[in-house]
Structures are given as C-alpha cells and as structure tokens.
C-alpha cells in the first residue's frame, strides 16, 4: 500500500495528519506550527495591518487606551534613535546597581529594585491567595534560573552545557558594550554563572512546580524573615507599605526560602550583585539599539530552535499588543467576533457547567458531601468568554513620557503595573480581571481564582463559529 492510501483503521495519526505533514512549515521566528499556532498567525497578521494603518492615521479606535499602544508601536520602530543612543538609556539602572556595596544598602533600595523589576534575592508577588480565591496573597520563592529547569544543570545533561555556554558568550558580547573593564566583565559574567549554579541547587524543578497545590505554604512573616536574613524582608514590607504589612506570607518554594543562605550571604554579596547586574542589562537589550536587541535575543533563539527574530514591525506589534494586552484585545473582540458570538459561546457554557452538576449529583460513589462541594465550585465558576465587558482603570495609568527613549518609556510602564500588582495585597480579588486577552489564540481554567476563559481569539473557525452547528462547536471547542 502506497504513503498515499494509509488506512485509519493502520494509522490514525498517520491518516489524518499525513497530507499536512507534508507541506507545513515551521515559520522561522517559531518554534512550532500547528492548528493553535496557523490562527495565532492569521490573528497576528490582521491586527499587524491595523496596527500599521493606526500608527499612519488612516485607522481610528474609539478605545482610548489603544492610542497608548499605537504611541509604543511607533516607539519600538523609531530604530534611528535607538540605534542613535546605543546603551545609554541602560546605564542610569546598571549604575545604581554598581553602588550598592553592602547588604544594607541592597535592603534600604529593595522596595524601589522591587518595583523597577530588579532581580531580587527572592521573587515576590501578589496573587490571588490558593486557600481563599476571595483574597490575595503575598506570595515568595526564589530566583529564576538561566536553564529552563533544574535538570538541565545534571552532570550528565549535554543540552544544559551548550544552553549555558551560548548564555554565556551572549553575555559576554552585551557586556563588552558597557563602561566595565574587561577584567570586570570576565568576573561579572564569572559570577552571574556562579550565583546561577548556587540557585539551581535550592530551586524547585519543574516537575516539582507541576503539583501546584504543594505551592500553599502560609508562614508568619518573622519566620520568612528568619530564614531570608540577611536580606530584610520586614523592611521590604514596611517600605512598600507601612504598617499595612502582610503579617502572613505564602511560600511557594519552601526549600528555596529555608536554605536561601545556600546562594545568598553577606560573604557572596558580589556573587549575586554580578548576577543582577547582567540580568537586568540584558533584559534591557530588547528595548535599546538593534544590534544589542538581536545579541540579547540569542540564548533565546537557541532556547527555542529558531533560526531568526521577528521582523521589526512583528516587534512592535507583539510588544504594544502586550504592554496594553487587555484594551488590545478588547479591540480585536469587538472588532472581529462581537457580542452576538460572546452572548452565544457563554450560552453554550452555562450549559455544559449545568449538564456537570446534572452528572455530579447522580454520581453514585462519591460522598455526598464532596458532590456538594463540587457544585458549589461549578456554581462560582467565572466565565469569560471572548473579551472584558469593560476595560480596567489600569489601563488607563500605562502612560509614558513620548520624549522618553524606549527603555525609560517601558521601565514606566512596568514599574506602574509593578506598583499596581503590589497595591493589591489588601484589596478583595476583582472575579472580573482577564488572564488572557482577546486576541490570544489560547484558554484557560484558573484553578486559584476558578475561571474558565476562552479569548474571541481561539473562538473562530475550525473550533468555533455561529455559523456551525451546536455539534460543531461542542466538539472543536
């Protein structure tokens, strides 16, 4: 039997996939192709030619926070300036890095690091609290490693040696573009790689991350700031917000907090100084001139097996579509799928939700106290289907200087959504906010917040469309 005639009774995968397999093509700034990734792009390339004809004022958006993104779409192309001012914008932040020679002087600026995105000795943030969805909580672990996960470090992991050692001459080259010697750019990258290996050891692996309910781990916060010291937590707090401080601190990664000494003490200060100091310039490669941009990208390149960068326009749009995701993807959901879709689909899952609870309470072995349990969560399941009835007044505060170059117009941006994360510590949970915008070709459940979203995005054609059948769409979405 020829390839041509495989039958599905011999090879169902085989069958179905075969003729596609054929003829798809992995696009070169893409890791992969598929049918999630063929709508992402036909999303990705309508919302290209809008951004194009807003930035040249031939296209109009009665969303007021749209003009924001339009302003950084602009911003990211204006390569003139950014190639023009090369690192400068970068080195305001790198210097205020270089004059920190002590722990207490790291613990009287981590609120302000905290805030700028420095890389701390534990990460820290507010999320929806895991016991209480009705709460949020101010939750710790520890750092990020360079490798995607602890086993690449093994001995034995060939993969995490040419990882590390592409991580490494990438640094190197983007070092090579401050006022460093080079004697202090060998122990800055020397110790960066050092302080990395340290982490490693303590941090949790992803298979580890993957049982999430092991993340719920409430600890007084003297306990916390027993175990993290010398880094002064307590003062953290206070300084952030005074004598509104959490008193209860969620520790995601028990072991990294226990045994933070293992990569951070006053007598490896250097070690984790060098180590973010190279984190942050290159984190803010992506937003200087075009030659440290495309040198910054390189360990993901190689992280990800693509051969190049998006173009400069996919640049700018990915970018403004991300910074203003939600009034972004409030745009393209009333643009290109409407409320009559966004009132069927959530039609079509308060159906589904009622038909579960039908189920749970014929079940036959579960107690009957579990099957209430379970449809009381059905019963407070958040749908958001297709895009936010409103957009939030966050949104509205993404404002920059449009004098400022791009790196200081996105460090704006991030420490205002920073601050805005943080402030919610003692604030109830808003049920309403979105995980993912409408233009994200992707969905969710939320199992700390129990929401279900589905963007318009992913809802089109072959998973759905009011104009397929209800069959149709049960079973492609």
């Known amino acids: 039997m020829s390839e041509e005639q495989v039958r599905i009774q011999d090879d169902l995968y085989e069958a179905v996939n075969g003729e596609w397999l054929k003829t798809a093509v992995i696009p070169e700034d893409r890791p992969t192709t598929g049918g999630f990734s063929d709508l992402d792009q036909g999303v990705e390339k309508i919302m290209m030619e809008d951004f194009k004809a807003f930035a040249a004022g031939e296209k109009t958006s009665d969303i007021p926070e749209m003009k924001y993104a339009v302003a950084l779409y602009k911003k990211v192309l204006d390569t003139d300036r950014r190639d023009r001012e090369g690192i400068a914008p970068a080195l305001p932040l790198l210097e205020k890095l270089r004059g920190i020679g002590s722990v207490d002087q790291l613990n009287a600026q981590a609120a302000e690091l905290l805030v700028e995105g420095v890389d701390l000795p534990i990460q820290m943030e507010v999320t929806a609290d895991m016991a209480d969805a009705t709460k949020h909580a101010f939750i710790v672990l520890g750092p990020n490693t360079i490798l995607p996960d602890t086993t690449y470090y093994a001995e034995d992991n060939p993969a995490g040696k040419q990882l590390l050692a592409v991580w490494a001459d990438m640094a190197a080259k983007v070092l090579a573009f401050t006022p460093l010697t080079a004697e202090e750019q060998k122990q800055y990258l020397d ?22 309910y092991k993340c719920h781990n409430p600890m007084d916060v003297e306990e916390v700031a027993a175990q993290v010291a010398p880094f002064d937590v307590k003062k953290l707090l206070t300084d952030l917000y005074g004598a509104d401080a959490p008193k209860i601190l969620v520790v995601y990664d028990p072991k990294a907090i226990r045994e933070m000494n293992g990569y951070f003490s006053e007598e490896n200060l250097s070690l984790y100084l060098h180590w973010t100091y190279v984190n942050a310039l290159l984190r803010s490669t992506a937003y200087l001139s075009e ?16 051969a190049s960068d998006p173009s400069l326009e996919k640049q700018a749009y990915q970018t403004a579509s991300r910074m203003y995701s939600e009034p972004v993807g409030v745009y393209y959901g009333r643009t290109y799928f409407g409320e009559e879709a966004k009132k069927d689909v959530v039609d079509l899952v308060k159906k589904i939700i009622e038909t579960y609870k039908l189920r749970m309470r014929k079940n036959t072995f579960l107690a009957e106290e579990t099957k209430e349990q379970a449809i009381k969560k059905l019963s407070t399941i958040e749908i958001k289907m297709g895009y936010p009835d409103e957009i939030k007044k966050i949104w509205s505060k993404l404002i920059f200087d449009e004098d400022a170059s791009y790196l200081e117009a996105m460090q704006s941006l991030f420490a205002v959504r920073a601050r ?21 070709v992707n969905a969710c459940y939320n199992p700390s917040a129990n929401d279900i979203t589905f963007p318009a995005a992913i809802l089109q054609k072959p998973f759905y469309a009011l104009s397929q059948s209800v069959s149709e769409n049960l079973g492609g979405i």
């Open 420 to 440: 805005d994360m943080l402030d919610k510590v003692n604030q109830p949970v808003d049920r309403t906010e979105w995980l993912m915008p409408g233009h994200m």
């Open 291 to 306: 030659e440290l941009a495309a040198l910054g990208r390189t360990y993901r390149r190689a992280l990800m097996g693509v």
């Open 191 to 212: 110790d960066a790689l050092a302080f990395d290996a340290l982490v490693a050891q303590k941090v949790k692996s992803q298979l580890e991350w993957s049982e999430y």
